[in-house]
């Protein structure tokens, strides 16, 4: 059922995208035969670097609690995720000769990867302690060198992607002073928005001491070396696919240059959405430890081990996710082609399910400067 329901998002996607596509297409055939001084398809590309919010929640077993802190640190830092990825954006406009209105379809695609090994380990003294013994009034000691080591070792690899589709149609509104100098569109359309991560952790870890016990009779006290080792493991996979209307406004005002030669604007915009999806968590994770607890004086020994493994997660869920964004920039345009530089930012609230036994809900952003190429064609 699920795979089915996959297959038809998918079909309903390309669908849009081939309908929005034919009709620019259609709109630049019967717009080529007339003359124009201004483009009526603009074509877009450009990049961001994005700083990514809404992370998945670290794996944190029981045994951490028992851990030092310098041991769990390593454990804990191997899993944090990468705080950058690297967008690429499309971008065709269609807006035909004499009208006010322009249809639009654009892609933005990022990815992001983080792979890390931290490993720590308590330094090893010469001796940990003494055993005294009473005996008629002597005092005995006996050193006891560590021969092991308590450390933390955390293996994490983990992997972003992010694919938005936007599907509008737009009419230059002509509001106050935009309207004489600059361009000011309101546009209406249909986003798609896509989140997926893999992420795989392992982890190690082992305590060691030796504790004194005080004998029953009060004359002496027994050394008790005990260690344990830990060792855990989490694989997860988590995707949101929605779909939903959207609005955005789009403005830009020259400040320098004149519209016969070239021009520097300073642009900005807003945009907002309501998404309608699912929300996919496939969550797997299991712990085992092991306990020695040494008696030295009666050369005897107690052994334990132990497998946690709960049931898989496989959670699935339908969400609404509100949209919200902007930019602001500048850019050098002449009359067929243009370049943008300027900060973008774009927020998915509740877009992503990154628990591990239970759900919990994650704003999914990216934000960061954005660079652009444009160039006109058809005029």
Not at 197 to 203: E, F, I, K, R
Not at 249 to 257: Q, T
């Amino acid at each position: 059922m699920s795979k089915t329901k996959n297959m038809r998002s998918h079909d309903i996607r390309w669908q849009l995208l081939t309908t929005v596509s034919a009709v620019a297409l259609l709109g630049s055939a019967c717009a080529a035969e007339a003359d124009s001084d201004k483009p009526i398809i603009w074509i877009e590309a450009g990049g961001q670097l994005e700083r990514l919010s809404g992370n998945p929640a670290p794996f944190s077993p029981a045994f951490f609690s028992l851990m030092t802190p310098s041991n769990l640190a390593a454990m804990v830092g191997s899993q944090r995720p990468s705080p950058n990825a690297f967008g690429e954006e499309g971008k065709i406009s269609f807006a035909p000769e004499g009208s006010d209105w322009v249809i639009s379809a654009g892609i933005r695609y990022g990815r992001s990867h983080a792979a890390r090994h931290l490993h720590h380990h308590t330094p090893a003294p010469t001796h940990l302690g003494s055993v005294y013994v009473f005996y008629k009034g002597f005092v005995l000691t006996t050193n006891f060198p560590q021969n092991k080591l308590s450390y933390g070792d955390g293996q994490t690899s983990l992997s972003e992607k992010h694919l938005i589709l936007d599907f509008q149609v737009g009419k230059d509104v002509g509001l106050g002073m935009f309207a004489a100098q600059g361009d000011s569109t309101v546009s209406a359309g249909v986003r798609i928005a896509q989140f997926t991560t893999a992420s795989g952790v392992t982890l190690h870890a082992r305590n060691y001491v030796i504790n004194f016990a005080t004998a029953t009779t009060g004359k002496y006290r027994l050394p008790q070396p005990f260690h344990s080792s830990y060792a855990a493991v989490l694989q997860a996979n988590r995707s949101t696919q929605a779909i939903g209307p959207s609005i955005s406004w789009y403005a830009s005002l020259p400040i320098a240059g004149n519209a016969s030669d070239s021009t520097i604007n300073i642009d900005w915009g807003v945009n907002a959405a309501l998404l309608f999806g699912r929300q996919r968590a496939h969550v797997h994770h299991q712990t085992t430890g092991s306990h020695y607890h040494k008696y030295k004086a009666f050369h005897s020994a107690d052994t334990g081990q132990y497998t946690n493994a709960p049931p898989d997660q496989n959670r699935s869920r339908s969400v609404s996710i509100p949209n919200i964004g902007g930019f602001a920039g500048v850019s050098w345009q002449t009359s067929n082609a243009r370049i943008s530089f300027g900060y973008r930012a774009d927020f998915f609230l509740r877009a992503f399910d990154g628990g591990i036994d239970a759900r919990k809900s994650e704003t999914v952003g990216f934000k960061g400067p954005f660079a652009s190429i444009s160039f006109g064609l058809g005029d």
